[in-house]
């Protein structure tokens, strides 16, 4: 038993032993980390304004060399653009060179000059972003005087600081008024300037369509003009505000903060701010390829309920819907996965850019701001501190502490607000690639280069051809005549490459009314889009007078959006109709001449406006067509089955009043009834032949009826052979 508390008292004089030693020890390392960090502070004070000049050159290396960089890469040059034939997925939006090209050449748009409104708007909103600034600063330092004289009991201070606060709400409140609308109007004039840019280019030269017939880059050039265009001028607005306000923000703020708390510690600040916003870029997903890829899909949707509109009837007729709405749904589907992905690499990449900006950047602040207060309890500090009263180093303490917290957490939130900028910089890119796209494709159709797919025959014989020269990329001669249509070897070639005629060859002069007959297919309406100026010339000579002179009235007529008046002179307005001469009465004489003359009455006079579309029969809308051709009275006019749904005598009126006008009649139509008005015949076989003649209606007419007759003997013989047999077969 004795032996047993000796040993327990043995054990406890050990233990006690030890932690004696090791109280020693640790009070020992305390006071020598204690020493090291007093005269690591003495060094430091010694040679305080080397470290900050060290520190401040080694930051402006830093910007230069980023600068150096920018710069670089906005200058280089472009990279080579891919073979105009090379059809194949474009890339996604980054921040490389081909942005920097791309703004440059759409702020060359949106901002015409120096001199201009919009240079002027920006530069008056640089200003209000400066006075917004300086009065966050001034907002800041009151916030601590305010504070400060509540710390130190002083209410007559205290009431002058909250008005002072409420003098300061006039003009702070204003400007941010004034900014939101200054940004406002930026937007809308950036997507006047684009929009009126693309619709010079869009509504010239018949680029609308060709665009959309001759070019397959582009399958929705409506949703690029109405949609992308002004998600690009209100990105556009916004990220100069949310680009350049954060960065003043910040220059400001980090002035001062160097001030209170010196370049040390705000140094140290950026370190960690520049190391975990590097991290952000490496772990942020590529927003511009998927805001780019996103507006595609949006477009891809609209293309196919727009063709459900325009074909309503037909698909309807053919019971159709479910087949269009397994279209439909499947390219909404394809938007909503998309949709739901970038939703889902938002929710990882929102929550570490929360984390990082809000909480991490702000304890950072925190100890910076702390960081002067315990520096203070340092032994080589205390001999520097000023011997001052406990309520004014308390309230010193609290003012400064509230400043400085509010200083960083405005250049947090500064720096915040330029972390989530990339995102819009990138979706920017996103915006900014699409309408540059849409503007490139534009310039190449204006230019008569196209991209089209080869499908078929013209793609087999195209990888046949091997390195013989491609005959889209040809180009013949159009040569503008006085008063004479001339096709000289001219091929007949659709745009994705299927040569219909090699070499059409035919001469109308004014008077040599030409009917134009062959079998679907062959190259009756391509012949009509090549002297339209539809479609390009791929060889030869086309002579032609001016597009004036020559009118198309297609089989379903266009019907303008307007007034009846309008249906009539299209494309002329009502100034334009005063100009020629031309009168109210005169138009209603020419709906005398095409038997409407009630419809002015009936769908309630010339003014009237109305879908009309909707509101004419077939047969109106192709009279109305022959009204507005005798308004015009060019010398040629194209008429392709454009009398199809009138009956015979009227269609014999329309056709002599065009020739008593003057009107060269090129007609395609199947009725022998209109032979009679031509003296020219053009006949294609649909094998790539023709013949160009003259036409004598009556004997061509007569022999129609013999050939008629023939065939019909001739059927009447090879049924009596079927029986003949079949009477042979039952006799045997």
């Known amino acids: 038993m004795v032996a047993a508390v000796n040993a327990d008292l043995f054990v406890g004089a050990v233990v006690d032993r030890i932690q004696d030693v090791l109280y020693k020890r640790v009070h020992n390392f305390?006071?020598?980390?204690?020493?090291?960090?007093?005269?690591?502070?003495?060094?430091?004070?010694?040679?305080?304004?080397?470290?900050?000049?060290?520190?401040?050159?080694?930051?402006?290396?830093?910007?230069?060399?980023?600068?150096?960089?920018?710069?670089?890469?906005?200058?280089?040059?472009?990279?080579?653009?891919k073979d105009a034939n090379d059809t194949g997925p474009r890339r996604g939006a980054q921040l490389d060179k081909q942005f920097f090209e791309n703004m440059r050449r759409l702020m060359a748009i949106v901002i015409p000059g120096l001199l201009s409104k919009e240079f002027g708007m920006l530069v008056a909103h640089t200003v209000l972003l400066v006075v917004r600034t300086f009065l966050s600063v001034a907002v800041a330092a009151l916030d601590g005087q305010i504070v400060s004289s509540l710390v130190r009991l002083r209410g007559r201070e205290f009431l002058l600081g909250i008005a002072k606060w409420m003098g300061m709400a006039v003009p702070a409140t204003l400007t941010n008024s004034l900014l939101g609308y200054v940004q406002t109007t930026l937007a809308i004039r950036f997507r006047q300037n684009l929009t009126e840019h693309v619709h010079t280019k869009y509504l010239a030269n018949n680029t609308y369509y060709s665009v959309g017939n001759l070019d397959d880059?582009?399958?929705?050039?409506?949703?690029?003009?109405?949609?992308?265009?002004?998600?690009?001028?209100?990105?556009?607005?916004?990220?100069?505000?949310?680009?350049?306000?954060?960065?003043?923000?910040a220059f400001v703020?980090?002035?001062?903060?160097?001030?209170?708390?010196?370049?040390?510690?705000?140094?140290?600040?950026?370190?960690?701010?520049?190391?975990?916003?590097?991290?952000?870029?490496?772990?942020?997903?590529?927003?511009?390829?998927?805001?780019?890829?996103?507006q595609r899909l949006e477009g891809d949707f609209y293309f196919a309920h727009s063709r459900l509109i325009e074909h309503a009837e037909e698909i309807a007729l053919y019971r159709g819907h479910e087949a269009e709405k397994r279209t439909i749904t499947r390219r909404y589907m394809r938007l909503v996965r998309h949709v739901n992905r970038i939703f889902r690499l938002n929710?990882?990449?929102?929550?570490?850019?929360d984390f990082i900006v809000k909480y991490f950047w702000g304890a950072a602040g925190l100890v910076a701001c702390a960081a002067p207060v315990f520096a203070e309890r340092l032994p080589g500090a205390q001999k520097a501190v000023a011997v001052l009263q406990g309520e004014n180093i308390l309230g010193d303490r609290t003012r400064d502490f509230i400043t400085n917290r509010r200083l960083l957490l405005s250049g947090s939130d500064a720096l915040g607000r330029m972390m989530y900028s990339y995102r819009e910089i990138v979706e920017l890119a996103g915006y900014a690639e699409r309408v540059t796209d849409l503007?490139?494709?534009?310039d190449d159709v204006n230019a008569g280069n196209f991209v089209k797919t080869r499908v078929g025959k013209s793609a087999e014989k195209s990888l046949e051809s091997g390195d013989e020269p491609d005959i889209i990329a040809q180009r013949g001669q159009v040569v503008e005549s006085t008063d004479d249509v001339e096709?000289?070897?001219?091929?007949?070639?659709?745009?994705?490459?299927?040569?219909?005629?090699?070499?059409?060859?035919?001469?109308?002069?004014?008077?040599?009314?030409?009917?134009?007959?062959?079998?679907?297919?062959?190259?009756?309406?391509?012949?009509?889009?090549?002297?339209?100026?539809?479609?390009?010339?791929?060889?030869?000579?086309?002579?032609?007078?001016?597009?004036?002179?020559?009118?198309?009235?297609?089989?379903?007529?266009?019907?303008?959006?307007?007034t009846l008046r309008d249906q009539i002179i299209y494309p002329d307005t009502a100034e334009d109709m005063e100009r020629k001469g031309v009168s109210d009465a005169s138009l209603q004489a020419i709906l005398g001449v095409v038997q409407l003359g009630s419809v002015v009455e009936r769908e309630g006079g010339w003014d009237a406006v109305k879908p009309w579309r909707d509101a004419l029969s077939g047969g109106d809308k192709q009279r109305i067509a022959m009204a507005r051709l005798f308004y015009h009275r060019p010398q040629y006019a194209i008429m392709d089955e454009c009398t199809s749904a009138v009956s015979m005598d009227v269609e014999k009126i329309m056709y002599t009043h065009a020739t008593q006008l003057g009107i060269t009649l090129l007609t395609v139509s199947h009725r022998q009834s209109l032979w009679q008005y031509h003296n020219w015949i053009l006949q294609y076989d649909g094998q790539g032949g023709y013949m160009f003649s003259e036409l004598d209606p009556e004997r061509r007419i007569a022999l129609m009826e013999e050939k008629?007759?023939?065939?019909?003997?001739?059927?009447?013989?090879?049924?009596?052979?079927?029986?003949?047999?079949?009477?042979?077969?039952q006799v045997l």
Not at 439 to 442: C, D, E, F, Q
């Open 30 to 81: 305390k006071r020598q980390q204690l020493a090291v960090l007093t005269r690591a502070v003495v060094l430091y004070a010694r040679h305080q304004k080397v470290v900050q000049r060290s520190i401040i050159a080694l930051v402006c290396v830093g910007l230069i060399d980023r600068l150096r960089r920018v710069v670089k890469l906005a200058k280089s040059k472009r990279q080579p653009n």
């Open 217 to 249: 880059r582009i399958k929705n050039a409506d949703q690029l003009i109405a949609v992308d265009v002004a998600k690009f001028a209100n990105s556009l607005a916004e990220i100069y505000s949310n680009l350049a306000k954060p960065t003043l923000d």
């Open 253 to 294: 703020y980090n002035v001062q903060l160097a001030r209170s708390l010196g370049v040390e510690s705000l140094f140290g600040i950026m370190v960690i701010i520049q190391m975990s916003m590097g991290m952000l870029r490496v772990l942020a997903p590529p927003f511009g390829q998927l805001v780019a890829q996103e």
């Open 347 to 353: 929710v990882f990449y929102g929550m570490l850019e």
């Open 439 to 442: 503007l490139t494709v534009l």
């Open 487 to 562: 096709f000289i070897d001219v091929p007949i070639v659709s745009p994705n490459g299927d040569v219909l005629v090699k070499q059409l060859s035919f001469h109308v002069k004014p008077g040599r009314h030409l009917l134009i007959v062959g079998p679907n297919g062959c190259g009756k309406s391509s012949m009509f889009r090549i002297l339209g100026g539809l479609w390009p010339v791929y060889g030869g000579t086309l002579r032609k007078p001016s597009m004036s002179q020559i009118f198309y009235i297609p089989q379903r007529p266009y019907l303008p959006i307007g």
């Open 708 to 729: 008629q007759e023939i065939e019909q003997e001739l059927s009447l013989i090879r049924d009596m052979e079927a029986r003949l047999n079949e009477l042979e077969a």
